[in-house]
Nanobody
Framework: QVQLVESGGGLVQTGGSLRLSCAAS????????TGWFRQAPGKEREPVAA????????YYTDSVKGRFTISRDNAKNTMYLQMNSLKAEDTAVYYC?????????????????WGQGTQVTVSS
């Protein structure tokens, strides 16, 4: 079992920055691919960014490319999402996820463990 806890969400103005963290406990983090997903009110959950267990493969949804950066520190069992140049449309609950058999980083159903989410609100 892996427990995931997100932090770092909050209220920020358009153009601002936030750094989300996802801390894992229970089992070693290094063997899992991990990702960030988000869900805005009235919308389906969508993938935002993901990183393979080896950190070799990365995924970013088109709308965040050039603005968001995903990274992980296996020694600290933590994954990060640096979000810059935030826009109102980035407002959502952000969830981190981890999976041991992820083949397609953007596919949420391939992840085994999920955090409880952290709210990101970007005011225009």
């Amino acid at each position: 079992q892996v427990q995931l806890v997100e932090s770092g969400g909050g209220l920020v103005q358009t153009g601002g920055s936030l750094r989300l963290s996802c801390a894992a406990s229970g089992r070693t983090f290094s063997g899992y691919s991990t990702g960030w997903f988000r869900q805005a009110p009235g919308k389906e959950r969508e993938p935002v960014a993901a990183i393979s267990w080896s950190s070799i493969s990365l995924y970013y949804t088109d709308s965040v490319k050039g603005r968001f950066t995903i990274s992980r520190d296996n020694a600290k069992n933590t994954m990060y999402l640096q979000m810059n140049s935030l826009k109102a449309e980035d407002t959502a609950v952000y969830y981190c996820a981890a999976g041991g058999r992820v083949r397609q980083l953007r596919v949420g159903s391939q992840y085994d463990y999920w955090g409880q989410g952290t709210q990101v609100t970007v005011s225009s």
